[in-house]
C-alpha cells in the first residue's frame, strides 16, 4: 500500500482552506522549525501561487534559502515580505527557464555564492500556452518545464553531491501534475511538434510525463551518490499558471463541477506536498517515487476527471527515462555519462 499519512485528512474535501495540511503544517509535524539551519535550498519560479508560499514553508526551517524569478523586482518584494529575520535574508537570482543561456548565468551565480546544495525543488512552468519556442528554438512547454528544470539540475549537480551524505541525501523535487496522464508516451520523433498539428494540452502533458521521467532517471542514476528524487502532483490550486485556459469552455465547465470545487487547495496546501518531499524524514533514502496529497501516490483509476489524485501506469518506463536523458543532454548541449 502507498504510504499516506495524511490520507485521513483528504477524506472530507471541502475547497481551500479545509482540513487537509498546509506546507507549514508540514515542517511543524516533522518538527523541523529551525532544525535544517545548515541546508540550503533552491526553488525556482516564487512570485507567485504555490511557489511563495513553498519558500515561505522552507524559511521556517532555517535552511538557507535562494529564489529564482523571470522578474527580480517581484522576486525580491517577495523576498522582503517573507524574510522575517533580517540576519536572515531570502535571495534572489534572475532567471528565465526558457533562455539556456539565462540558466547558465543563473548557475554560475549559485556556484559563486555556494559550494553545497541540499535541496533543489523544480516548481517554475507553463501551462497550455500558444505555440512557441524558447530562446534556443525548443517547443515553450517542453523546454521550459523541462530542459530548462533539466539543465539547472546539470550545472547545480556537483553542489548536490557535494552536499549528499548517506545521514542527510540531497534532493532533487520535480513538480509534475495529473495532466502526464493525458500522455500515454513521449513522442521523441515529434517534440517539437514538426510532424503533428500543435495542441497546447497535449505539449502540457507531455512537459509533465517528462518531469516525472527526469526525475525516475535522476534518482536511478544517482541514489548510490545519495543524491535521490521526487516527482509530484501538487493539487489543483488557481493561480496564474492557468492563465491560458480560463477562459476555455473545457475549463469552465471542469471548474464548475462541485467536486472540482471541493478538491481545490489553497496555496498554502497546494504547497504541502512539495515541502514533504524535500523534508519528510519518512522518505530518507528513498527516491524514483511519484506523490500527491502528501503522501506516495496510487494509479490512477482510468475512469473519472484528469484532476482526481494518482498517476498513471506509463509513468515507470526505464527505457524512455533513459532516453529522454540522453535526448534531453543533446538538446541541452551537456556531455554527461
Same mark, same amino acid.
Given at each position: 500500500?502507498?504510504?499516506?499519512?495524511?490520507?485521513?485528512?483528504?477524506?472530507?474535501?471541502?475547497? =481551500?482552506?479545509?482540513?487537509?495540511?498546509?506546507?507549514?503544517?508540514?515542517?511543524?509535524?516533522? /518538527?523541523?522549525?529551525?532544525?535544517?539551519?545548515?541546508?540550503?535550498?533552491?526553488?525556482?519560479?516564487?512570485?507567485?501561487?504555490?511557489?511563495?508560499?513553498? +519558500?515561505?514553508?522552507?524559511?521556517?526551517?532555517?535552511?538557507?534559502?535562494?529564489?529564482?524569478?523571470?522578474?527580480?523586482?517581484?522576486?525580491?518584494?517577495?523576498?522582503?515580505?517573507?524574510?522575517?529575520?533580517?540576519?536572515? =535574508?531570502?535571495?534572489?537570482?534572475?532567471?528565465?527557464?526558457?533562455?539556456?543561456?539565462?540558466?547558465?548565468?543563473?548557475?554560475?551565480? *549559485?556556484?559563486?555564492?555556494? #559550494?553545497?546544495?541540499?535541496?533543489?525543488?523544480? /516548481?517554475?512552468?507553463?501551462?497550455?500556452?500558444?505555440?512557441?519556442?524558447?530562446? %534556443?528554438?525548443?517547443?515553450?512547454?517542453?523546454?521550459?518545464?523541462?530542459?530548462?528544470?533539466?539543465?539547472?539540475?546539470?550545472?547545480?549537480?556537483?553542489?548536490?553531491?557535494?552536499?549528499?551524505? =548517506?545521514?542527510?541525501?540531497?534532493?532533487?523535487?520535480?513538480?509534475?501534475?495529473?495532466?502526464?496522464?493525458?500522455?500515454?508516451?513521449?513522442?521523441?520523433?515529434?517534440?517539437?511538434?514538426?510532424?503533428?498539428?500543435?495542441?497546447?494540452?497535449?505539449?502540457?502533458?507531455?512537459?509533465?510525463?517528462?518531469?516525472? *521521467? *527526469?526525475?525516475?532517471?535522476?534518482?536511478?542514476?544517482?541514489?548510490?551518490?545519495?543524491?535521490? +528524487? *521526487?516527482?509530484?502532483?501538487?493539487? #489543483?490550486?488557481?493561480?496564474?499558471?492557468?492563465?491560458?485556459?480560463?477562459?476555455?469552455?473545457?475549463?469552465?465547465?471542469?471548474?464548475?463541477?462541485?467536486?472540482?470545487?471541493?478538491?481545490?487547495?489553497?496555496?498554502?496546501?497546494?504547497? +504541502?506536498?512539495?515541502?514533504?518531499?524535500?523534508?519528510?524524514?519518512?522518505?530518507?533514502?528513498?527516491?524514483?517515487?511519484?506523490?500527491?496529497?502528501?503522501?506516495?501516490? %496510487?494509479?490512477?483509476?482510468?475512469?473519472? =476527471?484528469?484532476?482526481?489524485?494518482?498517476?498513471?501506469?506509463?509513468?515507470?518506463?526505464?527505457?524512455?527515462?533513459?532516453?529522454?536523458?540522453?535526448?534531453?543532454?543533446?538538446?541541452?548541449?551537456?556531455?554527461?555519462?
Amino acid at each position: 500500500m502507498p504510504f499516506q499519512p495524511y490520507a485521513d485528512r483528504h477524506k472530507n474535501l471541502k475547497g =481551500p482552506g479545509d482540513q487537509r495540511p498546509t506546507a507549514e503544517e508540514v515542517v511543524r509535524d516533522q /518538527n523541523l522549525v529551525d532544525g535544517l539551519k545548515a541546508s540550503t535550498v533552491l526553488i525556482t519560479g516564487c512570485t507567485s501561487g504555490i511557489g511563495i508560499e513553498t +519558500a515561505r514553508a522552507l524559511y521556517l526551517t532555517g535552511a538557507k534559502i535562494y529564489i529564482t524569478a523571470r522578474d527580480t523586482k517581484k522576486g525580491e518584494q517577495v523576498a522582503s515580505e517573507l524574510s522575517t529575520d533580517p540576519s536572515r =535574508p531570502i535571495h534572489v537570482i534572475e532567471m528565465r527557464l526558457d533562455s539556456f543561456g539565462s540558466i547558465r548565468a543563473a548557475a554560475k551565480k *549559485f556556484l559563486a555564492a555556494e #559550494s553545497k546544495l541540499n535541496i533543489l525543488i523544480d /516548481n517554475a512552468g507553463v501551462m497550455a500556452c500558444p505555440k512557441g519556442t524558447t530562446v %534556443d528554438g525548443c517547443e515553450t512547454q517542453f523546454g521550459t518545464n523541462h530542459l530548462g528544470h533539466f539543465l539547472l539540475f546539470q550545472l547545480l549537480k556537483p553542489a548536490l553531491l557535494a552536499a549528499a551524505t =548517506p545521514a542527510f541525501p540531497s534532493r532533487v523535487i520535480s513538480l509534475s501534475s495529473t495532466s502526464h496522464r493525458n500522455c500515454p508516451k513521449l513522442q521523441f520523433d515529434d517534440l517539437d511538434f514538426s510532424k503533428s498539428e500543435y495542441n497546447p494540452g497535449v505539449a502540457y502533458a507531455r512537459s509533465k510525463l517528462a518531469n516525472i *521521467f *527526469f526525475a525516475n532517471e535522476l534518482d536511478r542514476r544517482y541514489r548510490d551518490s545519495s543524491l535521490r +528524487a *521526487f516527482s509530484l502532483h501538487p493539487g #489543483s490550486i488557481k493561480t496564474p499558471l492557468q492563465r491560458h485556459v480560463q477562459d476555455a469552455e473545457f475549463y469552465k465547465s471542469a471548474t464548475a463541477d462541485p467536486e472540482y470545487q471541493a478538491q481545490v487547495k489553497s496555496p498554502e496546501q497546494g504547497a +504541502a506536498t512539495t515541502v514533504w518531499a524535500a523534508v519528510a524524514k519518512e522518505l530518507a533514502n528513498q527516491g524514483g517515487i511519484y506523490l500527491d496529497d502528501v503522501g506516495e501516490a %496510487d494509479v490512477a483509476t482510468p475512469e473519472g =476527471p484528469a484532476w482526481r489524485s494518482g498517476h498513471g501506469q506509463q509513468i515507470f518506463n526505464s527505457e524512455d527515462e533513459k532516453k529522454l536523458w540522453e535526448v534531453s543532454n543533446k538538446l541541452c548541449g551537456i556531455e554527461d555519462c
